[in-house]
């Protein structure tokens, strides 16, 4: 047998073996005696018994039986959620920010920034996604941070189990950055960069509908041309409505252009950032523009920012605006919990706060038909937690993740545990 073949016969086996460790049997599971919140932060079902099939959730129940043959997991005066989903990270895209070889949430040097598709570097073996995950994290949307320009490509909504194949929903959005980094880099005024992002996105409409033989010679023309770009394929995707425009702004002069932009374009439109969104609230939720942000900015860091407030995550929803409370990039978006507690401490409910991290992202991110809530079909996303979620002292129990129990272990956990044996032992003593 030539080494060709040898390598080709290797590549095959593993091939095999790979596939079959991302289709691991998922065990029936009943989880039992806890407090359930089946919508959010509504909901609540008292000694609950939610019973989970081949990754899914079968039903939830105030008591019942538990069928043969299901583990059980006791939550008996412990609370059940949904897995959280934090937005805002760059999960599986980031080890050591400092480092290139470790950090594929910029492209410095990328052309066609559009067209960038952060699934194709993706690592699933990533130590934070653990360290995320054991806090009751299951799911995030990750994305680039910068490119040479202001477009931020396609990111992505990945779950957070074992296995390699993470990726949930390809090309969730399609990012964009507005102020004033953004205005250098597009000729020094936001003139020139909402001239350059207009002249872009027209470019990119649909032509409107010819009769039959226009339609006919038109499609002949298309034969002959070159296939579509990677940037083409993404605003193509824009303007049929299968994916959203995710624009970074946070001064409310900004802002008020990224309605405008919806209103003339017509296309699903997300608004990140947002720290002064709270100043023109109501304009947001007329426009049914949902909102993606950091619940703790409370320090006017630059010009862009003076209206930074912690009570906007609760004026925007008293509003009616969807939103999303995020994670902080990748190490530190296990604490989404926490920014919640704090926008709840400013007047956010305990109910929209939890909304803000399960049913809004899932709706904003177009991931409600499988994710979202506890609810039979739904994916079984699932955290038993020893208390309320949003206080700091609480933990999970047990996590989910499609249907298969997640061991709480990370990198972290491991280090803990290494030095306090060592901590505890005679030599270290004396």
Partial sequence: ???????????????????????AYAEDIAITGGTAFTNGGKGKVENATILVSDGKISSVNAGGDVPSGYRVIDASDQWVTVGLMATGTTLGLTEVPLSGSLNDATASKAKNT???????????????????????ITRAVTGLTSTKD??????????????????????????????????????????ALWQEVYAKLEDAQPEPETDDKDKDKDEKKAD???????????????????????????????????????????????LTGAVEAWRVADELAKADIPVVLDALESLPQSFETLGATQTNAGRLVAAGVT?????????????????????VSNGLSWEAAMDAMTVGPAEI?????????????????????????????????????????IELVSRQTKLRDRYLEITRSPQFKK
Wanted: aromatic content about 6%; glycine content about 12%; cysteine-free.
């Fill in 1 to 23: 047998m030539s080494i060709l073949a040898k390598l080709k016969g290797a590549s095959v086996a593993v091939a095999i073996v790979g596939a079959s460790l991302s289709t």
């Fill in 224 to 270: 002959k041309k070159k296939k579509p770009s990677a940037e083409k394929k993404a605003l193509e995707r824009l303007f049929k409505g299968e994916t959203s425009l995710m624009v970074t702004a946070n001064r409310a002069a900004d802002i008020l252009q990224v309605i405008r932009l919806k209103k003339h374009f017509g296309f699903k439109v997300i």
């Fill in 114 to 136: 559009i067209g960038l598709d952060v699934t194709y570097a993706i690592d699933p073996s990533s130590t934070l996604i653990p360290v995320t995950r054991i806090e009751g």
């Fill in 365 to 405: 991110f177009g991931l409600s038909d499988s994710y979202g809530t506890l609810e039979a079909g739904k994916d079984a996303d699932i955290v038993v937690w020893d208390g309320d979620p949003i206080e700091i002292m609480t933990s999970p129990t047990a996590v989910l993740i499609k249907g298969d129990q």
């Fill in 150 to 191: 202001y477009w931020l490509g396609q990111g992505a909504v990945i779950h957070l189990g074992d296995g390699f194949d993470l990726v949930e929903k390809q090309g969730a959005y399609i990012g964009l950055q507005i102020g004033e980094g953004a205005a250098t880099k597009a000729g020094g005024s936001r003139a």
């Fill in 323 to 343: 939103i999303a409370i995020t994670g902080k990039g990748s190490h530190n978006a296990r604490l989404m919990p926490q920014n919640a507690g704090n926008a």
